[in-house]
């Protein structure tokens, strides 16, 4: 079983940045991906950016140069760095990862980016 929290959601104003970071506990050693997704309003989910246990990284196209993924292993904990946030990217983040082909997800997140 894997834990997560995700935390750095807000309101921000167009073109500012946020950091969203999701903090893993449990039987961590297992992880061999984690992911981020976002589910706009009146939206199904989508996903956002994945890195896996070698440090490749996966940014869908239309977010490329604007969203980040990172982890820091020692503290368990990926990142998803968003700059240049437009109204579009206002949804619930989640975090996910793959334990043994089993998926976990956080609670998520509220992102609200305002004109």
């Known amino acids: 079983q894997v834990q997560l929290v995700e935390s750095g959601g807000g309101l921000v104003q167009a073109g500012s940045s946020l950091r969203l970071a999701c903090a893993a506990s449990g039987d961590t050693g297992c992880i061999s991906s984690s992911g981020w997704y976002r589910q706009p309003p009146g939206k199904e989910r989508e996903m956002v950016a994945y890195?896996?246990?070698?440090?490749?990284?996966y940014v869908t196209n239309s977010l490329r140069g604007r969203f980040t993924i990172s982890r820091d292993n020692a503290k368990n904990t990926v990142y998803l760095q968003m700059d240049t946030l437009k109204p579009g990217d206002t949804a619930v983040y989640y975090c996910n990862v793959d334990c043994y082909q089993e998926q976990f997800w956080g609670q998520g997140t509220q992102v609200t980016v305002s004109s």
């Open positions: 890195i896996i246990h070698t440090g490749t990284t």
